[in-house]
């Protein structure tokens, strides 16, 4: 059976996607558990998404660089 196989940026975006979900339910999850706190939680938790985005586009933008010198 063959593999799928995607291009270098498709990967770097998925990663990046899924970076950006897991970072989400991370704190979703933490401002359920504690209501009293959320809505530091969820200012913590929207400076780490902008952080987590900054660093898959560099990525993405660092796999599109090196594909234009290949």
Known sequence: MAQMQLPAE????GW???GLGVTTL???GAAWS????AD?????GAATLVVVGVLG???VWRVRREGDKA
């Open 57 to 59: 586009a560099r990525d």
């Open 16 to 18: 990046s996607a899924l």
């Open 40 to 44: 530091t939680i969820w200012l913590v």
């Open 26 to 28: 991370v704190f979703k």
């Open 10 to 13: 498709q990967r770097e975006i």
């Open 34 to 37: 504690y209501p009293q706190g």
